[in-house]
Each structure stands twice: as structure tokens, then as C-alpha cells.
């Protein structure tokens, strides 16, 4: 009990906190909850969490929330908060939390050829025959739309798309996906749109077969398709792009 009162008074009670013996993670787990969500102090959170992953290595709650606290510390260092998240998922591969931290981290960090490695493994160790995920709204927002939003921040609206075709029918009309779904509409749009300003400003001779390739390539994709489009699995759009990583 006095441990947790302790854990619970904030910065000022560090000093006696430390003095504890703390013999498992659950200690540390609640002075470092208290400390980010309460107090905000997430440099000391993380500290707290660093603490505990060096005394119990096997302990993935920890691993990640130092990584989730290191993100958000005045000392920020996201190049040690994914090696936490990373290490997260090695310890808890099945975690949708630790796994869709651990790949946004990547998104954030420009490291895409990783997180698409890294959401492909994450399917096979959570939901590897899709059955929990075409029923689970929880691993849909907690998981998917997350994963997706971070690709759309980086204007990547293919691999955005990618995350969510396979589940469009059973979300469709989720306020998530019609969100996703717009924001992916417009990024393709936009990039279409950039794609025949240059073709339509490049009409030299010296261009012309560089235009005749972008246009025979564009003409290959097909017109990207609306969720709400979408009656069944038989019927799911097979984007150009879809086949090729």
C-alpha cells in the first residue's frame, strides 16, 4: 500500500519511491503510469520503465511504455524509443498495441521498407487467418486504423490502402474507414493530378517517350475504388500497384 501511495504522489516523492525494494515490474508499472498520466512527467516515466525493462528484460509492458514515454519526454529520443517498441513486439508479438506503436515509430522515422515487413509479420502473429479480425471493431481501431492514418500523414496513400482493402466490406460503414477512405481518395487524386501537370508541361520532343511511359503506366492503374463499393471479398478491387511491394 505504501508503495503505491508513493508511486501515486507524483515528482516529489521520487526520492522515497527509490528507496523501496521493488522486487516486481508491477511496481515500476504503476510509478511510471502515475508519473506519465498523472503527473505528465514522462521523462521520469521513462526513466521508470528503463529502469524496470534493465531489471526484468523479459517484461514487453515495460520495453514499451518506455518507448511511448521517450516519444513524448523533454529528452525526446525516438531512435531509443523504437529499439523499445521493437523490443515489445520480440517479447509480445501477438500485442496489436506493441505492434501497431512499434510500426507507426518506423512510418514516422521515413523507415517504410521495414514497417511493411513489420505489418506483415504483425498479421501473422495477431489474426494469421483473418477470422478475429473480421469480427473485432476493437483490433480495427486499435490496430488497423492507426497503421493507416500513419501512412496517410506521410502521403504513402497506396500502403495506406493496403492496410485496409482486405477488411473494407466488414468496416464500411465505420466513421474510421469513410475517414480513411476520403483522405486516401485525395492523395491519389492529388498525385494524378501533379503526374498530368508534368506530362502536360514536359511536350518537347526530348520528353516525349518519358511522357508516353507515364501516361501507359497511369493507364495501367485502375480508377481506385470506394469501400462503400464494395460488396464482398469476390468483389474487392485489385489495385496495379497491390502485386508489387
Keep these: 500500500e505504501r508503495a503505491h501511495h508513493l508511486a501515486e504522489a507524483g515528482v516529489l516523492a521520487g526520492a522515497e519511491w527509490a528507496a523501496l525494494e521493488r522486487p516486481c515490474p508491477e511496481l515500476y508499472w504503476d510509478r511510471g503510469r502515475a508519473l506519465s498520466l498523472i503527473a505528465r512527467d514522462f521523462d521520469g516515466a521513462a526513466a521508470v520503465y528503463e529502469e524496470c525493462v534493465r ?18 519526454a523533454a529528452r525526446r529520443d525516438d531512435k531509443k524509443a ?14 496489436p498495441w506493441w505492434n501497431y506503436r512499434y510500426i507507426t515509430a518506423l512510418i514516422d522515422s521515413g523507415q517504410f521498407t521495414e514497417a511493411r515487413t513489420a505489418w506483415k509479420q504483425a498479421l501473422t502473429a495477431i489474426d494469421p487467418d483473418g477470422a478475429v479480425t473480421s469480427g473485432s471493431t476493437w483490433l480495427f481501431e486499435n490496430l488497423f486504423v492507426p497503421v493507416a492514418r500513419a501512412w496517410v ?27 480513411l477512405d476520403s483522405a486516401i481518395q485525395c492523395q491519389a487524386k492529388e498525385e494524378r493530378g501533379r503526374l498530368q501537370t508534368w506530362i502536360d508541361g514536359h511536350a518537347e520532343p526530348e520528353w516525349r517517350v518519358a511522357s508516353a511511359t507515364l501516361k501507359k503506366l497511369e493507364s495501367l492503374v485502375e480508377e481506385l475504388p470506394t469501400p462503400a463499393a464494395t460488396t464482398g471479398e469476390a468483389s474487392a478491387p485489385v489495385l496495379a500497384w497491390s502485386q508489387h511491394d
Design 153 to 179: 500523414r506521410k502521403g504513402c496513400w497506396r500502403d495506406a490502402w493496403r492496410v485496409i482493402v482486405g477488411i473494407q466490406a466488414q468496416f464500411m460503414e465505420h466513421h474510421e474507414m469513410r475517414e
Design 82 to 95: 523504437l529499439s523499445y517498441f521493437s523490443k515489445a513486439v520480440e517479447l509480445a508479438p501477438e500485442n
Design 55 to 72: 531489471k526484468f528484460p523479459d517484461d514487453d509492458y515495460a520495453a514499451h511504455y518506455a518507448g511511448y514515454n521517450l516519444v513524448r
